[in-house]
């Protein structure tokens, strides 16, 4: 019996002491959309402080199309580019890339940016958003 109340106190404790870990953690989502081609949104305007930059998604209007994505933590900038067609497509021909883990932490800064880089031959919109955490 007092090895289970043992037992009992100390899975409470742990339970106890283990929220008090990420108390000062804030989740975040953003969305933005991008609409017209050679421009630039704001997924994650640029915000100070450290976290984690979880998981980003995108939807495209047409499936083929490329969505770039620029990702700049600490000052340092990386792009990634969510391919429509690497995607199903629905029955209105949007592709969407489902959750992509990212997993990239930052101690000082964050920003994220929706990219057209050049003009396509036709317009279409993007729908993003970024999963993330503020310290």
């Not at 976290?51 to 933590?73: K, R, S």
């Not at 792009?79 to 629905?90: C, E, K, L, R």
């Not at 489902?98 to 964050?110: A, D, K, N, Y």
Request: hydrophobic share 45%; charged share 10%.
């Amino acid at each position: 019996m007092k090895i289970i109340r043992l037992l009992f106190v100390l899975s409470t404790l742990t339970a106890l002491s283990a929220p008090a870990l990420h108390a000062f953690t804030t989740a975040k989502l953003n969305d933005a959309t991008i609409t017209s081609p050679s421009t630039t949104v704001d997924l994650i305007a640029s915000t100070t402080g450290s976290g984690t930059l979880l998981a980003i998604q995108c939807t495209n209007t047409i499936a083929t199309e490329i969505q770039e994505v620029e990702i700049t933590l600490n000052g340092n900038t990386s792009t990634i580019f969510v391919t429509g067609s690497n995607y199903p497509a629905d029955f209105n021909k949007s592709s969407f890339s489902g959750w992509i883990p990212i997993q990239l932490p930052f101690t000082t800064s964050i920003h994220v940016q929706l990219v057209r880089a050049a003009s396509p031959a036709a317009i279409w919109s993007t729908f993003c958003s970024a999963s993330w955490t503020l310290d």
